[in-house]
């Protein structure tokens, strides 16, 4: 059974995902028609999280809602409050959720038992077998989906059954799935590019290290925000469940030092900066693809705020 698409928490290992503006990114290296690629890269804004958040919801509201219609229950899951769906990323600088949830640990524990729990899953298992198949061809057409593929960097595809209910949600809020899974993917992916450039960038390692140095100071000896993230990870897996609330609090200690330490180096501008750089040079086809998958994504949202209000 293919569940619904849902927002849970997410650790990423690069900078922030949310690109915007268009300001000198460095060398203003042109085309063949004499435009500099800061010209004609990525213009359209990203979705902020909290916005990505409302269109999953929508999602599954208007998943429900089909498959009532089909005469099965499908239950949407917004068990997660809007803050607990915040991503946690390589740049992490607010105090004030770094003081409540540190890294998130007790979040990703929260999602873990909610997936585990699965009520549609559960549900679905229950009934019996010739109703289970034609929940499973409400709810996304079952054998008899479409197909849908979309290339990635470096050749391979990924491919999606889409049918159903599935294909209904999706496409009152993007319009076409096919372009928004395959655009989707090729946005996704695009880090994957640059990332290794973006990592070595001199701007970028000139802020880190700023910030590592204001982490010594605050007695926190990491080389970068991902080391700090996996060290308090680390360090919790060998205290055990028995010194829980130690390792939480070590967390929280870790994490506002952090935050503290990111917008003293101002860390998420020159991420976001350098992302832009390099995600503007990227070739034509991506950028493309990028553009269109977030003027999809804020369509999407255009609508969702008809149909979802926003989490508390």
Do not use: H
Request: net charge positive.
């Amino acid at each position: 059974m293919r569940r619904a698409l849902m927002l849970w928490c997410a650790v990423t290992v690069l900078a922030t995902a949310v690109v915007t503006g268009c300001g000198d990114g460095g060398d203003g290296a042109g085309n063949a028609s004499g435009q500099t690629r800061q010209a004609t890269g990525v213009r359209t804004p990203a979705l902020t999280w909290r916005q990505e958040v409302r269109v999953s919801d929508a999602l599954q509201r208007l998943t429900s809602r089909c498959m009532g219609r089909q005469g099965f229950t499908y239950q949407e899951e917004r068990e997660l409050t809007l803050q607990e769906s915040r991503p946690v990323r390589f740049v992490q600088d607010d105090l004030a959720w770094a003081r409540t949830y540190g890294y998130g640990s007790r979040i990703e524990a929260k999602s873990a038992r909610l997936r585990e729990r699965n009520i549609n899953g559960t549900y679905r298992q229950d009934l019996p077998a010739t109703r289970r198949a034609l929940f499973d061809q409400a709810l996304d057409g079952g054998n008899d989906a479409r197909m849908l593929t979309a290339p990635m960097p470096g050749g391979a595809e990924i491919r999606k059954r889409i049918g159903g209910c599935t294909e209904e949600a999706e496409r009152t809020l993007y319009g076409d799935p096919a372009e928004w899974f395959r655009t989707s993917k090729t946005a996704l992916s695009a880090n994957s590019l640059y990332a290794g450039r973006l990592m070595k960038d001199p701007q970028l390692t000139t802020a880190v290290q700023a910030w590592s140095a204001c982490m010594r100071e605050a007695g926190e000896p990491y080389p970068d925000p991902q080391a700090a993230q996996d060290g308090v990870r680390a360090a919790a897996v060998r205290r055990g469940a028995a010194r829980a609330e130690e390792s939480f609090a070590d967390e929280r200690r870790t994490a506002v030092a952090d935050a503290g330490c990111a917008r003293r180096a101002n860390l998420r501008a020159v991420a976001t900066t350098r992302e832009k750089y390099y995600l503007d040079r990227l070739p034509d086809r991506y950028v493309s693809d990028i553009d269109t998958y977030r003027r999809l994504g804020r369509q999407a949202y255009d609508r969702a705020v008809r149909i979802v209000p926003e989490r508390d």
